[in-house]
């Protein structure tokens, strides 16, 4: 993927640095101090309660392929219990128990949430690097916790508010519609790239912060992830590897032009996390106050529909504003126009909202006759016009 910046941050991230964040903060495989017997116990007893869970709730075929995943779980579990100490020095069974706690939890979100997804993550749970689940790393924990260890803090001026809602973030991901070319606008900690990886497709993130891009490399190490530290308003989306879709989640104070720019090279599929005003740009009909250029192409071009709602808890910082997940999937009858055409065409148009139609057509020569064959009375507003009608008005001028 080219743009206007390098493929891949030009500082090499340094990977040791980062790497005991996860198994600090997120024991998910990690046990206590190999001589402490209470935390070797429960260890044991979840490698048993692994298996017996994943038989248990698996039937037919996969009998045998839930007894290995719960295993393979306990198995891990075991093995690294030996090699990874406590977080806090202590010579009783309560801190390897609280912490195997977590193991139980975590398996039973595996088998009876997670069953379908892929543990691309476990991998590297066995080099004792990165040892948590794609979903933990949306949580609260593990961005402060990361951020700690980078020294940094949420940069406002980047509208930097990271998603802390794992589970609502998961589901939204869930119900997308992704071509194996995926460009994520605005990474920052990698809680959506993670779980958008786990889908099996090809990740090019666009990260503005510098930190956040070298930070992002260095953690969350996968094949099909590339990371560019660059501008995602000026980033040229129609250099993409076609068909690809666009997912992220937007700063907020330019989610119009982003969103703008990303339509403009029209992706199969387009995901994004919005403040709620902006997201009812998309959907504004005719004589609407929101209604414009951006409701225009949306409407012409795609089928939309809001995933989730985000309240200001799920994130950290808190933003004073409600946050929504859309969904635009691209309609199998788009029409051929060139997107970025018509978009001027109705800037133009709508530019002065209370001028007749007419007084807004006098740069084209046969506007009077285009008018007439469409039966548009030459007094109309542009604002009263349909989507369709733009489309047909701009194939005739």
Same mark, same amino acid.
């Given at each position: 993927?080219?743009?206007?910046?390098?493929?891949?941050?030009?500082?090499?991230?340094?990977?040791?640095?980062?790497?005991?964040?996860?198994?600090?903060?997120?024991?998910?495989?990690?046990?206590?101090?190999?001589?402490?017997?209470?935390?070797?116990?429960?260890?044991?007893?979840?490698?048993?309660?692994?298996?017996?869970?994943?038989?248990?709730?698996?039937?037919?075929?996969?009998?045998?392929?839930?007894?290995?995943?719960?295993?393979?779980?306990?198995?891990?579990?075991?093995?690294?219990?030996?090699?990874?100490?406590?977080?806090?020095?202590?010579?009783?069974?309560?801190?390897?128990?609280?912490?195997?706690?977590?193991?139980?939890?975590?398996?039973?979100?595996?088998?009876?949430?997670?069953?379908?997804?892929?543990?691309?993550?476990?991998?590297?749970?066995?080099?004792?690097?990165?040892?948590?689940?794609?979903?933990?790393?949306?949580?609260?924990?593990?961005?402060?916790?990361?951020?700690?260890?980078?020294?940094?803090?949420?940069?406002?001026?980047?509208?930097?508010?990271?998603?802390? +809602?794992?589970?609502?973030?998961? +589901?939204?991901?869930?119900?997308?519609?992704?071509?194996?070319?995926?460009?994520?606008?605005?990474?920052? %900690?990698?809680?959506?790239?993670?779980?958008?990886?786990?889908?099996?497709?090809?990740?090019?993130?666009?990260?503005? +912060?510098?930190?956040?891009?070298?930070?992002?490399?260095?953690?969350?190490?996968?094949?099909?992830?590339?990371?560019?530290?660059?501008?995602?308003?000026?980033?040229?989306?129609?250099?993409?590897?076609?068909? $690809?879709?666009?997912?992220?989640?937007?700063?907020?104070?330019?989610?119009?032009?982003?969103?703008?720019?990303?339509?403009?090279? %029209?992706?199969?599929?387009?995901?994004?996390?919005?403040?709620?005003?902006?997201?009812?740009?998309?959907?504004?009909?005719?004589?609407?106050?929101?209604?414009?250029?951006?409701?225009? %192409?949306?409407?012409?071009?795609?089928?939309?529909?809001?995933?989730?709602?985000?309240?200001?808890?799920?994130?950290?910082?808190?933003?004073?504003?409600?946050?929504?997940?859309?969904?635009?999937?691209?309609?199998?009858?788009?029409?051929?126009? +060139?997107?970025?055409?018509?978009?001027?065409?109705?800037?133009?148009?709508?530019?002065?909202?209370?001028?007749?139609?007419?007084?807004?057509?006098?740069?084209?020569?046969?506007?009077?006759?285009?008018?007439?064959?469409?039966?548009?009375?030459?007094?109309?507003?542009?604002?009263?016009?349909?989507?369709?009608? $733009?489309?047909?008005?701009?194939?005739?001028?």
């Amino acid at each position: 993927m080219q743009g206007n910046f390098p493929s891949k941050s030009k500082t090499a991230p340094d990977r040791k640095r980062f790497r005991h964040i996860s198994r600090a903060q997120f024991p998910a495989v990690a046990g206590a101090d190999g001589e402490t017997a209470g935390s070797v116990g429960m260890t044991g007893a979840t490698v048993v309660s692994g298996v017996a869970i994943g038989c248990t709730v698996t039937l037919g075929v996969t009998f045998a392929v839930g007894a290995a995943e719960g295993a393979f779980v306990g198995a891990i579990s075991f093995l690294l219990t030996e090699h990874v100490q406590p977080t806090i020095a202590s010579s009783s069974a309560s801190s390897g128990i609280k912490k195997n706690r977590f193991i139980y939890a975590h398996l039973l979100s595996v088998l009876f949430r997670q069953y379908a997804r892929k543990p691309t993550l476990y991998a590297l749970a066995a080099k004792r690097e990165t040892c948590y689940t794609a979903h933990m790393r949306a949580s609260i924990e593990f961005v402060k916790t990361a951020l700690k260890e980078l020294s940094a803090s949420p940069n406002r001026a980047l509208g930097q508010n990271f998603c802390v +809602d794992g589970e609502r973030l998961s +589901d939204c991901v869930d119900r997308m519609k992704l071509e194996k070319t995926v460009i994520e606008i605005g990474p920052g %900690l990698g809680g959506l790239t993670a779980l958008l990886l786990e889908k099996g497709v090809s990740v090019t993130a666009v990260e503005k +912060d510098e930190t956040m891009a070298s930070y992002l490399s260095a953690s969350l190490v996968h094949p099909g992830l590339s990371v560019i530290h660059g501008d995602a308003l000026k980033f040229d989306y129609r250099t993409a590897k076609k068909p $690809f879709s666009v997912v992220g989640n937007l700063p907020y104070y330019i989610t119009t032009p982003l969103c703008t720019a990303v339509l403009k090279a %029209l992706p199969e599929s387009f995901y994004c996390m919005v403040q709620k005003e902006a997201a009812e740009r998309f959907f504004a009909a005719p004589k609407d106050k929101n209604y414009g250029p951006l409701s225009i %192409l949306v409407s012409l071009y795609y089928d939309a529909e809001t995933l989730a709602a985000f309240p200001e808890a799920c994130f950290y910082p808190s933003p004073d504003v409600q946050s929504v997940f859309v969904g635009m999937t691209k309609k199998p009858d788009a029409p051929d126009a +060139d997107p970025s055409k018509l978009f001027a065409f109705c800037t133009g148009l709508l530019s002065m909202r209370r001028k007749t139609i007419k007084n807004n057509l006098k740069a084209y020569p046969n506007a009077d006759e285009a008018l007439k064959s469409l039966s548009i009375p030459p007094e109309t507003r542009a604002e009263t016009l349909s989507p369709e009608t $733009f489309l047909a008005l701009f194939r005739l001028l």
